[in-house]
């Protein structure tokens, strides 16, 4: 069983599109976090959500939206989509905010064209 | 938050031990210091968490001195299937919004037969 999944894998699209990206995970953790990996391999955090809440914003452009339905799933909304938006996109989850280990998804290949 | 320095890359040979350095000069009182590692095409994988002195689990040791400005992962007869980034990472035990979760460029280790 996967712990954290997120879907799809690849997303290939067209500059001002709006994509989705979903995560979910099973390990019944409590904090969920998106990360965004550049070219440089340079990992960053974007967004971290306890029990459904927003808790870590970071300077992220408010074309970048996350939702958490709940504490078991964190999706991505991205509206408008640029060229600088390709990058991984990495899921993640730990059991709470209190330092403990992340556990990351497979990533998903956003190329925008 | 602070900020991590570590070799780009490391070579070695299998059943080698390997000796990783991070450094964090500015590392505060309350910051824990996180290992993980990351193949091709997947997330980060937890490895080794630790605060000070010695941790020790079945993959990995890590190393603390007394001032906590370095820490080192020892990874014991490495093989070639541990050829991979190593990430180190500093951070307080409460990821508060104010804070900046920020992987460094991680350490690129390659293992020859």
């Known amino acids: 069983d996967t712990a954290v999944s997120q879907t799809p894998k690849y997303l290939v699209t067209q500059m001002g599109n709006d994509k989705s990206i979903k995560c979910e995970q099973n390990?019944?953790?409590?904090?969920m976090y998106w990360y965004k990996q550049d070219s440089k391999k340079f990992l960053k955090i974007m967004f971290s959500?306890?029990?459904?809440?927003?808790?870590i914003n970071e300077t992220v452009p408010n074309r970048f939206s996350p939702k958490s339905p709940d504490k078991a799933h964190l999706n991505l909304h991205i509206n408008s989509l640029e060229l600088g938006d390709s990058a991984v996109y990495f899921c993640?989850?730990?059991?709470?905010?209190?330092?403990?280990?992340?556990?990351f998804g497979n990533g998903t290949r956003l190329t925008v064209t | 938050l602070a900020k991590t320095t570590q070799p780009i890359s490391m070579d070695s040979y299998e059943g080698q031990e390997v000796n990783i350095t991070c450094s964090h000069n500015?590392?505060?009182?309350?910051?824990?210091i996180t290992w993980y590692q990351q193949f091709p095409s997947q997330g980060p994988r937890f490895i080794i968490q630790?605060?000070?002195t010695k941790v020790t689990n079945e993959v990995a040791s890590l190393f603390i001195p007394a001032d906590r400005k370095s820490s080192t992962l020892s990874l014991p007869r490495v093989s070639l299937s541990d050829t991979a980034v190593y990430y180190c990472?500093?951070?307080?035990?409460?990821?508060?919004?104010?804070?900046?979760?920020?992987f460094g460029s991680g350490t690129r280790l390659s293992i020859r037969p």
């Open positions: 500015n590392i505060a009182t309350n910051d824990y």
């Open positions: 959500y306890n029990n459904k809440e927003l808790i």
């Open positions: 630790g605060y000070k």
């Open positions: 993640a989850s730990s059991l709470s905010t209190g330092g403990s280990p992340l556990h």
């Open positions: 990472l500093v951070g307080p035990r409460q990821y508060s919004s104010a804070s900046k979760i920020i």
């Open positions: 390990l019944g953790h409590d904090t």
